[in-house]
């Protein structure tokens, strides 16, 4: 079974970097597609980017389009999301995702396509 571990987080100043780490176990992440997703305080989970699981197709939420970039490394399995400029608007937990049963190649926003999720990482930007 499928288990992921974010790490990476922690507090930065606006228009700092952060890197996270999606550690996957269990079972090859090499053909499943991924992504990440967020949740503020108080808010409903918001998509922030995906990936195929080749690698070859990303997809990203407006708000993080050009700051963020989703990226994997299958012989490692792991998946990353690198942030730059970084706003108070991106305060959130940051959860890592897989969809395990879906076996094409085509990255999607929709939450309820992901089936495994792993416990999440806080990130803070201070203004």
């Known amino acids: 079974q499928l288990q992921l571990v974010e790490s990476g987080g922690g507090l930065v100043q606006a228009g700092g970097s952060l890197r996270l780490s999606c550690a996957a176990s269990g079972r090859t992440i090499r053909n499943v597609a991924m992504g990440w997703f967020r949740q503020a305080p108080g808010k409903e989970r918001e998509f922030v980017a995906a990936?195929?699981?080749?690698?070859?197709?990303?997809y990203y939420a407006d708000s993080t389009k050009g700051r963020f970039t989703i990226t994997r490394d299958n012989a490692e399995n792991t998946l990353y999301l690198q942030m730059n400029s970084l706003i108070p608007g991106d305060t959130a937990v940051y959860y890592c995702?897989?969809?395990?049963?879906?076996?094409?190649?085509?990255?999607?926003?929709?939450?309820?396509?992901?089936?495994?999720w792993g416990q999440g990482t806080q990130v803070t930007v201070s203004s």
């Open positions: 995702a897989a969809r395990t049963y879906y076996s094409g190649d085509y990255p999607t926003e929709d939450h309820r396509e992901y089936d495994c």
């Open positions: 990936i195929s699981w080749s690698g070859g197709r990303t």
